[in-house]
């Protein structure tokens, strides 16, 4: 099992450019999730989804777009970036939200700056 | 609302040191509570979690136990190599509504032979 991938691994962009990260999971999760990691700020949730065709805004939503079409993907899109989205990005997964199973699994993020 | 406070790093040790990362939270109700693991250059691994009042969660040598007196679930491991050297992300899942995960801002640890 691969676990959770990302694609791409690193990306510059210029500003107002715009572009799509893939989250692919195989563990048949109902739950995908978009973080972006910043010095000093931990983990911030950006878009969430409960299962396919399902998406949630996240604590900093603004200027991301998500779609879950598939189960095992989840896109997040950039319609026109800017130099505040310089982050390293982490999508997760998980079977569930409560109880057990709650764990959340990473992948291995993507590095993006916008200039 | 609900928070995770963890202790700023970084912390720097030597081989064979005894290790403990403190960790408090915030929250309604009854969280589940996780350390991850981030490597340089990857993404979050689970470390341990506990899901209750007391449970112990253990994994690699590292050990945290929910104290919900305390609000408290602190890692602790006997032993730290040059291979654990990582930060260590505390965090929470609660519910308010809908679940919730809350992260810490992470503790850096460098661990020297």
């Known amino acids: 099992n691969a676990g959770v991938t990302q694609t791409p691994k690193f990306r510059v962009l210029k500003t107002g450019q715009s572009m799509t990260l893939l989250c692919a999971q195989d563990m048949n999760h109902e739950y995908m999730y978009w973080y972006r990691q910043d010095p000093g700020m931990g983990l911030r949730l950006i878009h969430y989804s409960v299962g396919e065709g399902t998406t949630a805004k996240g604590e900093v939503p603004d200027g991301y777009n998500v779609s879950r079409l598939k189960k095992q993907n989840f896109l997040l899109g950039l319609e026109s970036a800017a130099p505040s989205q310089t982050s390293v990005y982490f999508c997760?997964?998980?079977?569930?939200?409560?109880?057990?199973?709650?764990?959340?699994?990473f992948g291995p993020g993507t590095r993006l700056t916008v200039l | 609302g609900n928070s995770v406070t963890q202790m700023e790093g970084p912390v720097t040790l030597s081989e064979e040191a005894f290790l403990t990362i403190n960790c408090t939270y915030t929250?309604?109700?009854?969280?589940?509570l996780f350390w991850y693991v981030q490597y340089p250059g990857e993404g979050l691994q689970l470390l341990l979690k506990?899901?209750?009042?007391?449970d112990k969660g253990s994994n690699k040598g590292f050990e945290a136990t929910y104290r919900k007196e305390t609000t408290s679930f602190h890692l602790e491991k006997g032993s730290v190599q040059v291979s654990d050297s990582a930060v260590y992300f505390c965090?929470?899942?609660?519910?308010?509504?809908?679940?919730?995960?809350?992260f810490g801002t992470g503790t850096r640890l460098k661990v020297l032979a």
């Open positions: 965090a929470l899942n609660s519910y308010s509504g809908t679940y919730k995960y809350i």
């Open positions: 506990a899901t209750k009042a007391d």
């Open positions: 929250a309604t109700g009854y969280p589940s």
């Open positions: 997760a997964s998980s079977y569930s939200m409560a109880g057990r199973n709650n764990e959340q699994f």
